[in-house]
């Protein structure tokens, strides 16, 4: 059984660096599969923030491509998200989770989520 | 405003047929793209419920199916149970955007 767990800092100070980790377990990376980073700041809807391919092929959201690196750590089994210069409007429950394709595919194992607060 | 369009609530009561739309473009939908659909209960992740249009992964009871034409696609689900209150999310791919998401639905179950 496939699964993803966020770990990192629940509050982080504007103009910071957020930064995330995703631990995944039952699957190993280098195996295939995309894995991506989604958002939802609380009460709204979902947003996608990028999705790597172990090969290195590497997607973001062009209005978050200048502030967001995903890099993998294969040999931890995990991959994590660096997300530059917040404000309040990063404010969000991020998710990390598995495309079952390629990176138009549906997402069909998520992580449980972490809340993390962009205040001073 | 989101890339993909739904509405932002629907009901309907026990038994019945309700469906969600999600309306995109011809740069996502349009152009030929797949569209997955997530249920997420209040508190929890998402869980994928339909993906590429129509398929239904393991587990996921034969109530939920998936349509697509167009530049649209939508959601049913019938025999209405309480336990299918929640928020509903389509998600496509944009030849510009990437990977994009409907702004979801709320369903209301009287």
């Known amino acids: 059984q496939v699964q993803l767990q966020e770990s990192g800092p629940g509050l982080v100070k504007p103009s910071e660096t957020l930064s995330l980790t995703c631990a995944v377990s039952?699957?190993?990376?280098?195996?295939?599969?995309?894995w991506g980073w989604i958002r939802q700041p609380p009460g709204k809807g979902l947003e996608w923030i990028g999705s790597f391919y172990q090969s290195g092929s590497t997607y973001y959201n062009p209005s978050l491509k200048s502030r967001v690196t995903i890099s993998v750590d294969t040999s931890k089994n995990q991959f994590s998200l660096k997300l530059s210069s917040v404000t309040a409007a990063d404010t969000a429950v991020y998710y990390c989770?598995?495309?079952?394709?390629?990176?138009?595919?549906?997402?069909?194992?998520w992580g449980p989520g972490t809340l993390v607060t962009v205040s001073s | 405003q989101s890339v993909l369009t739904q509405p932002p609530s629907v009901s309907g009561a026990p038994g019945q047929r309700v469906t969600i739309s999600c309306t995109g473009s011809?740069?996502?939908?349009?152009?030929?793209?797949?569209v997955h659909w997530y249920q997420q209960l209040p508190g929890t992740a998402p869980k994928l419920l339909i993906y590429?249009?129509?398929n239904r992964p393991s587990g996921v009871p034969d109530r939920f199916s998936g349509s697509k034409s167009g530049t649209s696609a939508s959601l049913a689900i019938t025999g209405l149970q309480a336990e299918d209150e929640a928020d509903y999310y389509c998600q496509s791919y944009d030849s510009s955007l990437r990977g994009v998401f409907g702004g979801g639905t709320k369903l209301t179950v009287l």
């Open positions: 039952g699957y190993s990376i280098s195996s295939g599969y995309y």
């Open positions: 011809s740069s996502n939908i349009g152009a030929g793209y797949d």
């Open positions: 590429d249009n129509t």
């Open positions: 989770a598995r495309q079952r394709g390629d990176s138009r595919a549906g997402f069909d194992y």
